[in-house]
């Protein structure tokens, strides 16, 4: 696979590190449950003279219900508490099945087909105990973004709504351009890049100079033929997929105009001619769109806006602490996330 995709993986890999107790999270709550039973069940269970339910004997020792939870509050702490508590919240809302079943058995094949053979000792590498765990780290990392999102479309309000869609939104656009392509290879060194890029716009720059001179798109495109990509996008909508300073240019020229300075995107220097722009959509038919876009927005402008969303969410379904010291760290991890 390409360089992006290893990074990709590796990056997922980090991302659900503070995920990867989920199955001791569940475990928990299920033990939880149990104490909720043993309370509430007629048939009699075992107590020591405190009170307490003893768990494990051996050699005259006990390990009592209370011993366990103790331990496993110390140890395992917030971030199990939270993979319990966020499954609860959005396991019946999104479910294993459709979209998000495929998504996630797409991941765990992808990376299955990198890893190959070394699969399962990634897995064990990352505190993993098997596929299943995995995968279900997986599950939990993508109902909490679906939880985010959908919780911050739902927030949008219809200042930012309209306030977009007078700004941003826009008849689509038919446009042409020429590309000058940077001449870098994977192996050049960070220089020859900066180089490569260097003469790459300074022949877009030559073009336009021709342009300005009185030479049409066309008479241009042709001369430079052997050193350019010329192609004609055809309408494309405000929020065509392309890269947002294609998009921007294509939207502020007037028709019949092009670009006055080279257009930088990852795919090196463009000279953008505007063709034709339709009539601008009713908000009625894009507001979908738009709200989406405002989201995008807000996420990109705050770094903690995923965080913060969680949190959010947990206090609106009334999150009430019954242990006073599992309060104190959950408040203390939710401040060092947040500051």
Known sequence: MEKKTKEKLKKGIKKIEDNKKLIIGLAIGLIVGLFIMVITEDEEIAKLENGQEPVVTFNNQTITADDLYEDMKEYY??????????????????????????EVDATVAQYKEYYKDNFSSLLNQNGFSSEKEFRNVLLLDYRRNEAVNDYMKDHVTEEEINNYYKENVYGDVNSKH?????????????DEIATKKSEAKKLAEEIIKKLNSGKTFDEVKDEYKDSIVYEELGDQAYNASLEQNYLDEMHKLKVDEYSKTPVETSYGYHIVYKISEGKKPELKTVKDDVIDAVVKEKQSENTKYYQE???????????????????????SYKNSLLK
């Open 309 to 331: 969303t969680l949190f959010q969410i947990r206090k609106e379904a009334n999150l009430t602490f019954k242990d006073s010291s599992l309060e104190t760290k959950y408040n």
């Open 77 to 102: 702490s917030v971030s199990v508490l939270l993979n319990t508590i966020d499954d609860m919240l959005f396991k019946d809302k999104y479910l294993d099945e459709g979209t998000i079943k495929k």
């Open 178 to 190: 020429i590309l000058v392509k940077p001449d870098t290879t994977s192996d050049m060194s960070e």
